[in-house]
């Protein structure tokens, strides 16, 4: 049988866990360091593969690939969901898919880097003293400022309870959020409008699903104040990238910072490397050292249950 490690960006995954349960087994690993140019290279990558172990949203598996792997019988994701598989088409094709569970706050403290980042400008700062210069711009405070959060789950709530922490007012809004659940944690529940009107820093922690998709619209982030900043660590499709970078141009939004976007990697060529006043990183929420040693031995366990016949973590 063969595993593939697929998007092993740092080569790491080996490293992670402890794989000799597995190839025990007789497994071949191979470990694929880059991401496919397309679809037909990953379907020429992953013919011959029995097992494959995607990290987290990296590698799609739409029906269009799915159907053009006809090893495939186990098929792992880290996280316990994963958007970008179709699960009908994994499902009319008898592949088992599993999760890894666990996971920490780590998109949480990302989410809290990028913003004092951003309201501070530590980037542009740190770029200046590389340049041999001193106090070039002057930054803002947060405390008594208002968060607004979209989406309260996990993640969301930790966020705010930071923002609450450095005496922040925060709001939050989801399409399914309640004024209980708004309460547990402390926070003003208010609407859509509301949420992106009064928001000098506005965090976006949603799954994406079709309702979540182009949930962040050219007319929300027209209410945003100038000075505004908006957080994306969530997923890209979420928001109007488009309108975000055009507000940032014209100066109707004050500051952007993304961890995820449309396209992964993103285009050297994409128009937000070039925007002004964003601060970028390349999709690292739940890049860690801890995290990788908790998602790569579950892995291991899944596929040794998985050849046992007693599966585990099934999604």
């Known amino acids: 049988m063969r595993l593939s490690i697929l998007d092993d960006y740092q080569g ?5 866990a402890d794989w000799s349960p597995v190839e025990a087994r007789g497994v071949e690993i191979v470990v694929e360091r880059q991401p496919f140019a397309d679809q037909d290279a990953a379907a020429r990558a992953l013919a011959q593969s029995d097992i494959v172990a995607a990290m987290r949203e990296r590698t799609p598996f739409p029906r269009s690939l799915v159907e053009r792997l006809p090893a495939l019988k186990l098929l792992i994701t880290t996280g316990m969901r994963n958007a970008s598989f179709d699960m009908a088409a994994l499902r009319e094709r008898g592949v088992t898919v599993c999760g890894t569970e666990g996971g920490g706050l780590d998109t949480a403290e990302l989410t809290w880097g990028l913003i004092l980042g951003a309201v501070r400008r530590i980037a ?8 041999g210069l001193w106090q070039t711009r002057i930054g803002n405070r947060i405390a008594d400022k208002t968060l607004g959060v979209l989406g309260l789950g996990r993640l969301g709530a930790a966020v705010a309870r930071v923002g609450l922490a450095f005496d922040m007012k ?20 208010v609407d859509k409008e509301t949420l992106f009107r009064r928001a000098d820093i506005l965090s976006v922690h949603l799954v994406l699903s079709p309702r979540s998709r182009g949930l962040v619209g050219r007319d929300d982030i027209a209410r945003m104040k100038p000075t505004a900043v908006l957080v994306n660590t969530s997923r890209g499709p979420i928001v109007d990238v488009a309108a975000v970078i055009d507000a940032l141009a014209h100066g109707r939004l004050g500051y952007a910072a993304f961890d995820v976007y449309d396209q992964k990697p993103l285009p050297a060529d994409h128009p937000l490397r070039r925007a002004p006043n964003v601060l970028l ?3 690292i929420g739940y890049v860690t050292e801890e995290n990788y040693r908790s998602s790569y031995p579950r892995i291991v366990e899944n596929i040794v249950a998985f050849l046992d016949h007693k599966p585990i973590r099934v999604i």
């Open 12 to 16: 790491v995954a080996l490293s992670m």
């Open 124 to 131: 542009e700062d740190h770029r200046a003293m590389r340049e």
């Open 170 to 189: 925060v709001i939050a809004w989801s399409q399914n959020l309640t004024r209980e659940r708004c309460a547990e944690v402390g926070v003003e529940y």
């Open 281 to 283: 990183t390349p999709h």
